[in-house]
């Protein structure tokens, strides 16, 4: 998918996700009980921090798919993907 990304972007893209840790699974167990609407949202939430990669795991991920891409950390518990365009 990001390969696909550099190829279609004319600029380039930048990708936003979350980190997968232990305190973002805690702060979403715990609060998403208390702001979600619906007890699936609660369960989404907890397998999404579950699932997520680490920025690490990323970095290889983007290495292997775009060349010059980069990972970086841009706010507690997330990271940003982001590569040249086409």
């Known amino acids: 998918m990001l390969a696909s990304f550099a190829r279609v972007a004319r600029h380039g893209f930048a990708l936003l996700?979350?980190?997968?840790?232990?305190?973002?699974?805690?702060?979403v167990s715990v609060?998403?009980?208390?702001?979600?609407?619906?007890?699936?949202?609660?369960?989404?939430?907890?397998?999404?921090?579950k699932q997520a990669y680490t920025p690490e795991e990323a970095r290889r991920i983007a290495d292997g798919a775009v060349t010059g891409s980069r990972v970086d950390r841009v706010f507690p518990f997330r990271f940003l993907v982001s590569a040249p365009g086409a």
């Open 17 to 27: 996700d979350l980190s997968r840790h232990m305190l973002p699974l805690a702060i």
């Open 31 to 49: 609060a998403g009980r208390l702001l979600f609407r619906t007890p699936i949202s609660v369960c989404d939430g907890v397998a999404s921090v």
